[in-house]
């Protein structure tokens, strides 16, 4: 009988899932694809097979106000599809593993103890990832929960790398830089040996640019440091938060504007970035489009950002042999990663236009003493990998 795993993200008003089927050993693949938003304002309901073709699309009542409710969707969901068939295990993406999650993780009640302890240092997705492994665990009895972290690719940085220079008594309370988009960039470095196996080896600055958007600068597959610190703030330009700013602008919003710490949390998380620079959108396809000299000084800006920090990480590598855009918007759009390449031409970077228009993965020329390359990432697909991975292990020792 065919093996399936489950695999869960939960935010704060969404849930994304996907099925994964386990046909042999170590292969997993996508069966069905599915988003549960709008939880609390106008919920919604969507699943695409692997192809991308609508299986179902619905309006969900109102009542589906909050992630364990958008479960029960999903179980309802399943029940009649997958009938009798073998759970191994469901799969979690969880924003913050601490200092202790270097690997994925089999969820008991003193894992999920732990996870509920980091809930300050990501309040605004931890909590959603917490419930939904609670939620899991109830409807799928006897099914090992997986926690799979975005931190844990970024615990092997040199400790130089992660420091916060704050006080020790500040720090020893577990203030350092963590770093985030791990699963996204694992995934990117198990691919670099077939899809471009001269940079694996090498130094390579990846580029995650999504809604939130960060870079990670690896050597040898592994990573060495990258922009989001001990939050998802920190860094380059995203939809809605601003990256880097001098804390100072944090300091001012309080002090001097009067600012509540839930305004300034929701200026830092919702209100800036391309959003605040534009005043019109935290879309880059709707930026490009416009015309309004804000929306251009948002695009502007986040690439400017964006070269800027492949300078950072390129000087922490010693060099740069390759860059790889991913993610919504360095997978989709060619305008972003022709600037960002070109203003990063003093490295050795030489985008090819007519490459960067096709479908890839390399988009630089020949004689680019620095390849560039565009690989989708696929953050599910690696979770379920995780999750066949640990409980295997589990099972080879039992
Ligand atoms: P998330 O961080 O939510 O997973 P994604 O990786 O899905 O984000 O990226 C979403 C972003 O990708 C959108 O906000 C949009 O700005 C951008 N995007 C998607 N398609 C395009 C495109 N064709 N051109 C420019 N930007 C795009």
Redesign the pocket.
Same mark, same amino acid.
């Given at each position: 009988m065919n093996a399936y795993a489950l695999v869960l993200n939960a935010g704060s008003s969404s849930l994304k899932f996907c099925v994964f089927r386990n046909p042999e050993p170590h292969v997993w693949r996508l069966e069905a694809r599915g988003l549960i938003d709008g939880i609390g304002t106008a919920p919604n309901f969507s699943v695409k097979d692997a192809g991308g073709a609508a299986i179902d699309q619905r309006r969900l009542d109102i009542g589906v106000h909050d992630g364990r409710a958008a479960l029960e969707v999903l179980a309802a969901w399943l029940r009649p599809r997958y009938a009798g068939a073998r759970v191994v295990g469901v799969g979690h993406r969880v924003v913050h593993g601490g200092q202790r999650y270097l690997a994925p993780t089999v969820v008991t009640p003193a894992v999920l103890k732990h996870l509920r302890d980091l809930v300050p240092l990501a309040p605004l997705h931890q909590p959603y990832n917490v419930a939904a492994i609670e939620a899991a665990a109830e409807r799928l009895p006897g099914v090992p929960q997986v926690a799979c972290f975005d931190t844990s690719f970024h615990r092997g940085q040199p400790e130089v790398a992660q420091v916060v220079p704050l006080p020790r008594e500040i720090t020893r309370a577990g203030v350092q830089r963590y770093g985030f988009h791990g699963l996204s960039y694992e995934y990117i470095s198990t691919l670099l040996p077939q899809v471009a196996p001269e940079i694996a080896h090498g130094r390579v600055v990846v580029a995650?640019? %999504? @809604?939130? $958007?960060s870079m990670c600068a690896m050597k040898d597959g592994r990573s060495i440091d990258s922009t989001l610190g001990f939050t998802a703030l920190d860094g380059l330009c995203m %939809?809605t938060r601003p990256g880097a700013i001098d804390p100072g602008v944090v300091l001012y919003l309080f002090q001097s504007l009067g600012l509540s710490p839930k305004d300034v949390e929701n200026t830092l998380y919702k209100k800036s970035g391309?959003l605040g620079i534009s005043g019109v959108s #935290? /879309?880059?396809? /709707?930026l490009?489009a416009s015309r309004d000299p804000a929306a251009r000084l948002a695009v502007d800006y986040f690439v400017y950002r964006a070269a800027k920090e492949i300078g950072a990480l390129a000087a922490v590598l010693g060099g740069l042999d390759g860059l790889v855009f991913t $993610? %919504? !918007?360095g997978? #989709? @759009?060619p305008? !972003?990663r022709q600037r960002i390449c070109e203003a990063s031409a003093w490295l050795g970077i030489e985008v090819d236009p007519d490459a960067n228009q096709g479908h890839g993965p390399c988009i630089s020329r020949r004689s680019s003493r620095v390849s560039a390359w565009v690989i989708p990432?696929n953050e599910e697909l690696m979770i379920a990998r995780h999750t066949g991975a640990v409980l295997g292990l589990i099972e080879a020792s039992a």
């Amino acid at each position: 009988m065919n093996a399936y795993a489950l695999v869960l993200n939960a935010g704060s008003s969404s849930l994304k899932f996907c099925v994964f089927r386990n046909p042999e050993p170590h292969v997993w693949r996508l069966e069905a694809r599915g988003l549960i938003d709008g939880i609390g304002t106008a919920p919604n309901f969507s699943v695409k097979d692997a192809g991308g073709a609508a299986i179902d699309q619905r309006r969900l009542d109102i009542g589906v106000h909050d992630g364990r409710a958008a479960l029960e969707v999903l179980a309802a969901w399943l029940r009649p599809r997958y009938a009798g068939a073998r759970v191994v295990g469901v799969g979690h993406r969880v924003v913050h593993g601490g200092q202790r999650y270097l690997a994925p993780t089999v969820v008991t009640p003193a894992v999920l103890k732990h996870l509920r302890d980091l809930v300050p240092l990501a309040p605004l997705h931890q909590p959603y990832n917490v419930a939904a492994i609670e939620a899991a665990a109830e409807r799928l009895p006897g099914v090992p929960q997986v926690a799979c972290f975005d931190t844990s690719f970024h615990r092997g940085q040199p400790e130089v790398a992660q420091v916060v220079p704050l006080p020790r008594e500040i720090t020893r309370a577990g203030v350092q830089r963590y770093g985030f988009h791990g699963l996204s960039y694992e995934y990117i470095s198990t691919l670099l040996p077939q899809v471009a196996p001269e940079i694996a080896h090498g130094r390579v600055v990846v580029a995650h640019l %999504g @809604s939130g $958007a960060s870079m990670c600068a690896m050597k040898d597959g592994r990573s060495i440091d990258s922009t989001l610190g001990f939050t998802a703030l920190d860094g380059l330009c995203m %939809g809605t938060r601003p990256g880097a700013i001098d804390p100072g602008v944090v300091l001012y919003l309080f002090q001097s504007l009067g600012l509540s710490p839930k305004d300034v949390e929701n200026t830092l998380y919702k209100k800036s970035g391309l959003l605040g620079i534009s005043g019109v959108s #935290n /879309d880059m396809r /709707d930026l490009l489009a416009s015309r309004d000299p804000a929306a251009r000084l948002a695009v502007d800006y986040f690439v400017y950002r964006a070269a800027k920090e492949i300078g950072a990480l390129a000087a922490v590598l010693g060099g740069l042999d390759g860059l790889v855009f991913t $993610a %919504g !918007i360095g997978e #989709n @759009s060619p305008e !972003i990663r022709q600037r960002i390449c070109e203003a990063s031409a003093w490295l050795g970077i030489e985008v090819d236009p007519d490459a960067n228009q096709g479908h890839g993965p390399c988009i630089s020329r020949r004689s680019s003493r620095v390849s560039a390359w565009v690989i989708p990432t696929n953050e599910e697909l690696m979770i379920a990998r995780h999750t066949g991975a640990v409980l295997g292990l589990i099972e080879a020792s039992a």
